[in-house]
């Protein structure tokens, strides 16, 4: 039966019975969707070469620079090098549209003869473009044994080619395609976006608008990925301006955002294990650093060399796997006592395996299509509909039971007196141990009025008048 006392709270409340039993189902379609929407002939192989010296021209080349391409789509890694690409003229018969499926490049060019050259950078906008898209598309008609030559140069990225050819049928499909996908996955952001926002103003806690934050800024990853802001007349200040890379401050912020959350909600668990809780703010430091830095990467990437760019990525690449190895840890270690640790790492794993497989293991991968945004949004969908799920149902499960003590018999009192409920008792010792009151909002999903509301009838049960005195309160009774 719902105490009297939060019936009008729980009124308030259909919005997460709705997400508990269709999130998840929609998620499943959309995922489902995506994964059969990459489809595409895994025969062909490329040509690649790094070129450390920056040619200008193919005629500069020669073919024993090139090597053949492990994988379908070619990836050169990190370095401070251009990227050349061959496509084989068999392979390109009759009229074609080539489109290159990844807009982090800083620029791209095609050689279909020595005559020819097109260039797109990411402020080239759309009505100087061969194929008015926001992929670097280019239309080769009829190049008979003719050679394709594909440039590009990077700053800060593994130079990677997902390369698609199509006929004119096929890519209005793609192109039609790739908007319902998208639209879909904009759309079921947007409501979980919205979601979490409501929850956040009803019953002020705080992680469900960090997390509505950090679902917001994965949708703008996701199309930037996807190169929705490329093609723009904004587009050339804010991704090829001389002081500030904001595709930095968009991804360090979610990785961040998603950090934040889960210290929010865990926290009261990780400081029991002193190692753990400062592997994990000295990573948390590490990755705002590295942020910031990255952010400022204009400024110094023109006095570093070839071998400092290998090792900023594998940097980044490294500090992310220790981060998600330390939260696996702070999840298996505490996931016994708390359901909540267990909606996370359902949420997380697939990510997680999506995230480090294809990039630690990537010689197990050469024969699949992945694409950065496809990686992302497979795992991200499927993270922000579990966790937005694990959320709800805390709250939910907070509205069902009043703080007398009716679920008192899942943990054992960790204080001799009998005086304090369940929930008083883990407050009074939380608040003891130096959290404050958003602290302990954020980790028991109540709000900090009610915080405040609890600590007022502690001190009122126990006879102390302040948090001095109910230190020494608690020290007496402590076991």
């Given at each position: 039966m719902?105490?009297?006392?939060?019936?009008?709270?729980?009124?308030?409340?259909?919005?997460?019975?709705?997400?508990?039993?269709?999130?998840?189902?929609?998620?499943?379609?959309?995922?489902?969707?995506n994964v059969n929407s990459q489809s595409i002939d895994k025969g062909t192989r490329y040509a690649v070469y790094q070129d450390y010296d920056f040619k200008k021209h193919p005629e500069e080349l020669t073919t024993k620079n090139f090597s053949l391409s492990e994988g379908i789509i070619p990836n050169l890694g990190w370095g401070k090098f251009k990227a050349w690409v061959i496509l084989k003229p068999e392979s390109l018969k009759g009229k074609k549209y080539l489109l290159i499926q990844?807009?982090?490049?800083?620029?791209?060019?095609?050689?279909?003869?020595?005559?020819?050259?097109?260039?797109i950078k990411p402020g080239t906008l759309f009505s100087e473009r061969e194929v008015s898209f926001r992929f670097p598309t280019f239309n080769i008609e009829n190049v008979g044994q003719k050679e394709i030559y594909i440039s590009g140069i990077t700053s800060l990225n593994p130079?990677?080619?997902?390369?698609?050819?199509?006929?004119?049928?096929g890519l209005t499909a793609f192109r039609e395609n790739?908007?319902?996908?998208?639209?879909?996955?904009?759309?079921f952001i947007a409501i979980l976006v919205l979601l979490n926002l409501i929850i956040f103003g009803v019953f002020k806690l705080r992680p469900f608008g960090v997390f509505a934050v950090s679902a917001a800024l994965f949708a703008t990853l996701y199309f930037f990925l996807e190169g929705y802001f490329f093609g723009k007349s904004y587009s050339t200040f804010f991704f090829q301006n001389n002081y500030l890379n904001f595709h930095y401050l968009i991804y360090f912020g979610f990785q961040l955002s998603n950090y934040r959350i889960f210290s929010s909600v865990f926290q009261l668990e990780i400081t029991k294990n002193e190692r753990l809780f400062t592997i994990f703010r000295i990573l948390f430091l590490v990755g705002i650093i590295e942020g910031i830095i990255m952010f400022f990467s204009p400024l110094w990437y023109g006095y570093i060399d070839n071998l400092t760019v290998k090792t900023i990525g594998m940097t980044i690449r490294i500090g992310a796997m220790l981060m998600n190895i330390v939260m696996l840890l702070i999840l298996l270690k505490i996931g016994k006592e708390n359901k909540l640790a267990r909606w996370f790492l359902v949420a997380m794993i697939p990510g997680w395996l999506v995230y480090l497989a294809p990039r630690f293991l990537s010689f197990l991968f050469n024969d699949f299509w992945f694409t950065m945004p496809q990686l992302y949004s497979v795992s991200m969908v499927w993270y922000i509909a579990v966790?937005?799920?694990?959320?709800?149902t805390e709250v939910y499960k907070n509205l069902q039971f009043d703080d007398s003590g009716a679920k008192e018999s899942e943990n054992k009192k960790t204080l001799?007196?009998?005086?304090?409920?369940?929930?008083?008792?883990?407050?009074?010792?939380?608040?003891?141990?130096?959290?404050?009151?958003?602290?302990?909002?954020?980790?028991?999903?109540?709000?900090?009025?009610t915080v405040r509301t609890h600590l007022k009838n502690i001190y009122s049960k126990i006879g102390v008048n302040s948090k001095a005195e109910a230190v020494r309160w608690v020290l007496g009774e402590e076991k």
């Open positions: 719902i105490p009297k006392s939060i019936k009008s709270q729980y009124l308030n409340c259909g919005i997460l019975v709705f997400s508990k039993f269709n999130v998840l189902f929609f998620s499943f379609l959309l995922i489902f969707f990844n807009p982090v490049f800083d620029e791209i060019k095609i050689y279909k003869d020595s005559s020819k050259i097109n260039t130079a990677k080619f997902p390369i698609r050819l199509f006929d004119e049928a790739q908007a319902l996908l998208n639209g879909l996955i904009f759309g966790v937005s799920f694990g959320l709800a001799k007196s009998d005086i304090l409920s369940k929930r008083e008792t883990e407050i009074l010792l939380a608040f003891t141990n130096g959290f404050s009151y958003t602290d302990i909002s954020d980790a028991m999903f109540i709000s900090p009025h």
